[in-house]
């Protein structure tokens, strides 16, 4: 991963707001369906939530939310990434770098499984879950919007790990 550092976002940090105010200004780039952006600062705010981010410069260039709402199960609630950055800062990996710290982070939670949505058109997604284990469960109609759906995806742990 080059021109990144990987972080994560601790409560009560002297960063703390002004990374979620730039994360809750990107929210607002998705159609509101997709948006976490009312809610964000609520659901980071739990117990059972975790972020971390990718920044350069004082910027936010992408972020993956994960919780555990329980011993047995974590999600990926989101891994995005910043639309208005550089072309020199894209394709860096940046977002494979968010998900191998989010499966890290969900692993030593002792969670058995993690599960995500992803939009099956997005076939680069689709494909970088796959590469990290992530199996098709189903398909979730209208999950996004009326005409829009999403598989859901899961990644088992070994007991052995």
């Not at 739990?46 to 260039?61: E, H, I, P, S």
């Not at 800062?89 to 992803?118: M, N, T, Y």
Request: proline letters at 2%.
């Amino acid at each position: 991963m080059e021109k990144g550092v990987l972080l994560e976002l601790t409560r009560g940090s002297a960063n703390w707001t002004r990374v979620v105010e730039e994360i809750v200004k990107l929210e607002k780039t998705f159609p509101k369906h997709e948006s976490l952006a009312q809610t964000f600062d609520g659901e980071l705010r739990k117990r059972n939530a975790g972020l971390l981010y990718v920044a350069a410069d004082g910027d936010t260039l992408g972020y993956v939310m994960y919780s555990w709402p329980s011993s047995l199960s974590a999600s990926i609630t989101k891994l995005a990434g910043t639309r208005h950055i550089e072309e020199s800062c894209r394709r860096q990996g940046h977002g494979e770098a968010l998900l191998r710290a989010a499966i890290d982070k969900c692993r030593s939670r002792k969670v058995q499984r993690v599960s995500l949505h992803v939009d099956p058109t997005r076939i680069a997604a689709v494909n970088l879950y796959k590469k990290h284990g992530f199996q098709v469960d189903c398909l979730v109609k209208s999950y996004y919007s009326a005409d829009r759906d999403a598989y859901r995806m899961y990644l088992d742990f070994d007991d052995s790990v």
